[in-house]
């Protein structure tokens, strides 16, 4: 099977967290799968990013190979870092035809701490016609920067990433997260209880 893994952070052992893409990429080319990373090149989260000259490189780290979109830098959780995420998706969805034909993926993983991965994974799924889409929550969002920073559910960052939870609760094939309450919010917004794995 072919897995597409969509981690905007997605990192390694050199490069510091987000370490679950790379470990479950591991696990999985042990069990004869083959797999294919696609994450920023910079990432607040790494102590090291990778050198990447162009958009879309390809790479081998420990003998999982990671494809790299060309972002910007930012600190903190600064406007500057929105914009990745725009930029990041924005590339994402443009190449999305181009993906789907060089790797030909049987499952599309949208992971991103951030909902809207959602839409380029949909597109290469549409594009495929046969790959199953997951969708993989780290954070609650919008829910997290509402409720634990205060921002307005009116504010356009918070009602962008309102579209791409309602968008993925929708049209996702499956759900999967770490958190078990997280079934009845997400039901609330969309999604069939029986998509849900926790």
Same mark, same amino acid.
């Given at each position: 099977?072919?897995?597409? !893994?969509? *981690?905007? !952070?997605? $990192? ?13 990429? &591991? %696990?999985? &080319? ?8 696609? $994450?920023?090149?910079?990432?607040? #989260? /790494? ?17 999982? %190979? ?5 972002? /910007? ?7 500057? /870092?929105?914009?990745?995420?725009? %930029? ?5 969805? +443009? %190449? ?5 034909? @060089? ?10 701490? !951030?909902?809207? @991965? ?10 495929? &016609?046969?790959?199953?889409? =997951?969708?993989? =929550?780290? *954070?609650?969002?919008? #829910? ?5 920073? $205060? ?12 579209? $791409? ?7 996702? *094939? +499956? ?5 078990? @309450?997280?079934? *009845? !919010? ?8 029986? +998509?849900?794995?926790?």
């Amino acid at each position: 099977m072919n897995i597409l !893994y969509i *981690d905007h !952070y997605a $990192g390694s052992l050199s490069m510091g967290m987000e370490f679950r893409p790379y470990y479950f990429a &591991q %696990e999985w &080319q042990k069990l004869g799968h083959k797999v294919r990373i696609i $994450g920023a090149s910079f990432s607040h #989260l /790494r102590k090291q990013n990778p050198q990447v000259s162009h958009d879309f490189e390809l790479q081998i780290i420990d003998g999982v %190979e990671f494809q790299w979109i060309k972002t /910007r830098t930012y600190k903190g959780n600064s406007v500057a /870092r929105a914009i990745t995420m725009a %930029e990041f998706c924005g590339k994402l969805y +443009k %190449e999305a035809n181009s993906i789907v034909q @060089d790797f030909h993926p049987d499952t599309i993983i949208s992971s991103s701490t !951030y909902p809207l @991965d959602t839409f380029p994974a949909q597109r290469m799924k549409k594009i495929s &016609q046969n790959a199953q889409l =997951i969708h993989e =929550i780290h *954070d609650m969002w919008p #829910l997290t920067p509402v409720e634990m920073y $205060g921002m307005s559910p009116k504010h356009p960052f918070v009602m962008a990433m309102q579209w $791409g939870e309602n968008s993925f609760c929708k049209h996702s *094939d +499956k759900v999967v997260s770490v958190l078990p @309450d997280a079934c *009845d !919010y997400l039901v609330a917004h969309g999604m069939k209880r029986e +998509k849900f794995y926790y």
